[in-house]
């Protein structure tokens, strides 16, 4: 009987050990999106040239893996992550060698296949799901990564227009209901209990390795239909949540608005904003430690062709996403370094068309985030609004964090931060003022 006693003590003694630890150090999850790897010129960024930030993370996130066909797990550039090629995965768990209390996971998911339906189908059954782990497992156990975070691709909600040109107000009160009547996933229920199995799952097979599974909750998906939170919240160690993109130019091309607000601005729908996402998550029965705040480090740009009556002032006509940024190799985004060189500065401000300077209009208030306009030309060329995030913002939201005593943040992603020191010659500034602001 004596051992039986020893062994049930030992097993107390670690979990406490492991809940402190856990309770105590606020995360400070980094994203490293591997497609920087391959981007081109200016915009491709290495392991090398994140390492500078590294120091300020507890976490990476190596992103993003997606799945196949048969429900695999796989590298979506086997040629740039794996062994046979350019050894990414490798060398990213390395990087534990130098930064001896760093957590390296395989993020998998995020937006990368934009394909909902397929991971729904990998819910489905439990061969798949077990297709799904078993290849999840083997991935992380050949790499040596710590775990995966689960950016799991539901289905998004519909988009909606905040607001008319009559100045009314469209959006709808109409729940998972889009706005032709139909549901966005008429199947939710089934998938949310699959999910937690799937969840449970995944947690079984990593039990005995102590590997971690962190979930993200993307951009635009309603948490609710989803997520049983008392069902998976202890097979979970944290819930990141993508705090942004509440609106894109991708999918609401006729709107420029703040894409990654704090509160609710006023007349907006209540739900599309960090403060709701979070109180909702506690009430829905997260623990405050295991919510984690993500703040991107991109803006969402949007072009506009009527300056006329803009004071710049959100939300207001657009045309569509801005073209690809020469950095960030993506339409309607930019990333903080091409950000802090468009906004008004001694060599731009006397320039004119696609060069001339963007006005910059903080944010006093603390509740949204910055945003920079400029004026289309008297052709109505040129003509463009963003929302960005810079390190003044960050800063608050990490403050928000502390201040809710919650787990953590997240930088969304390290590549799109100035990691080269360009504005102001200090590296990576905003995961490094989210992180002040945090301890
Ligand atoms: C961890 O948190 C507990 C309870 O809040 C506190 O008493 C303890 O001092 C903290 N330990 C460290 C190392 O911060
Ligand atoms: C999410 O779904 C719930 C119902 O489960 C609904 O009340 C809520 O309005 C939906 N949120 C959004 C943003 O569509």
């Not at 995020?110 to 061969?127: A, N, R």
């Not at 080269?420 to 992180?435: E, V």
């Amino acid at each position: 009987m004596w051992w039986k006693i020893a062994v049930v003590s030992c097993l107390l003694i670690g979990a406490s050990q492991i809940t402190e630890t856990a309770e105590n150090d606020s995360k400070v999850v980094c994203y490293y999106d591997s497609r920087a790897f391959v981007r081109e010129g200016l915009g491709k960024v290495t392991l090398a040239d994140i390492e500078p930030g590294l120091g300020q993370c507890t976490h990476l996130v190596i992103g993003f893996a997606s799945i196949n066909e048969q429900k695999r797990v796989v590298s979506l550039n086997p040629l740039r992550d794996l062994d046979h090629g350019n050894r990414l995965y490798r060398e990213a768990t390395f990087l534990r060698s130098k930064f001896p209390k760093l957590k390296v996971l395989l993020g998998i998911g995020y937006d990368v296949s934009g394909d909902p339906e397929k991971w729904l189908q990998m819910l489905e059954t439990s061969t798949a799901r077990i297709a799904f782990i078993n290849s999840a497992y083997d991935l992380i156990k050949t790499y040596a990564f710590d775990g995966i975070d689960l950016a799991f691709e539901f289905p998004k909600i519909k988009v909606k227009k905040q607001r008319g040109s009559v100045g009314s107000f469209f959006y709808s009160i109409k729940k998972a209901v889009g706005a032709a009547g139909k549901p966005v996933d008429a199947k939710f229920e089934e998938h949310r209990e699959e999910f937690t199995s799937l969840i449970r799952e995944l947690k079984n097979s990593f039990r005995h390795d102590g590997y971690l599974l962190s979930f993200t909750l993307n951009p635009n998906v309603n948490s609710s239909l989803y997520l049983d939170v008392p069902q998976i919240i202890n097979n979970i160690d944290w819930v990141n949540i993508a705090a942004f993109d509440v609106q894109t130019p991708l999918r609401n091309k006729e709107e420029a608005d703040y894409a990654a607000p704090l509160y609710k601005p006023s007349e907006r729908n209540p739900e599309l904003n960090i403060d709701f996402q979070v109180t909702d998550l506690l009430a829905r029965g997260v623990p405050t430690s295991k919510i984690v705040v993500g703040i991107p480090t991109f803006a969402r740009a949007w072009k506009i062709e009527d300056g006329a009556t803009s004071t710049g002032v959100p939300p207001l006509k657009a045309d569509g996403p801005t073209d690809e940024g020469i950095e960030s190799k993506q339409e309607g985004l930019f990333s903080y370094k091409e950000v802090c060189g468009m906004l008004t500065n001694p060599q731009n401000k006397d320039l004119k068309g696609e060069r001339g300077p963007v006005r910059k209009v903080g944010d006093p208030s603390k509740r949204f985030t910055p945003y920079g306009f400029r004026l289309p030309d008297k052709d109505g060329k040129f003509g463009l609004w963003m929302a960005y995030e810079d390190p003044d913002s960050a800063g608050n939201k990490a403050a928000y964090v502390r201040g809710k005593n919650l787990g953590g943040v997240s930088i969304m992603d390290l590549t799109y931060d100035d990691f080269r020191g360009t504005c102001t010659g200090d590296k990576f500034p905003i995961l490094k003022s989210a992180k002040y602001r945090l301890m």
